[in-house]
């Protein structure tokens, strides 16, 4: 079991900026990937970015260049660094742990960009 705790959300001004962290515990792999993932209210969850167990990190297009991902193996946390935030990056955003066939999420945490 893997247990994957966000933090970070909150309500912010557009063109602020937020940092969330999601926080993982129990049996983890060394070689795993942590994927973010956000859903809107009525949306489709959509994912968000991607990184690596050696760092590699992916993004979509929508938050390329405004949102960096990094992660901290010895706290076994990753890091969504939010900048130049939107209206539309409102949702609830939540990590998923993958290594093989073994998939776990968090609960979420919500981030609202609103003036």
């Known amino acids: 079991q893997v247990q994957l705790v966000e933090a970070g959300g909150g309500l912010v001004q557009p063109g602020g900026s937020l940092r969330l962290s999601c926080a993982a515990s129990g049996s983890i792999s060394s070689s795993h990937i942590m994927d973010w993932y956000r859903q809107a209210p009525g949306q489709q969850r959509e994912w968000v970015a991607r990184i690596t167990s050696g760092g590699e990190t992916t993004y979509a297009d929508s938050v390329k260049g405004r949102f960096t991902l990094s992660r901290d193996n010895a706290k076994a946390t990753t890091y969504l660094q939010m900048n130049s935030l939107r209206p539309e990056d409102t949702a609830n955003y939540s990590c998923?742990?993958?290594?093989?066939?073994?998939?776990?999420w968090g609960q979420g945490t919500q981030v609202s960009v609103s003036s």
């Open positions: 998923r742990y993958v290594a093989g066939i073994r998939i776990y």
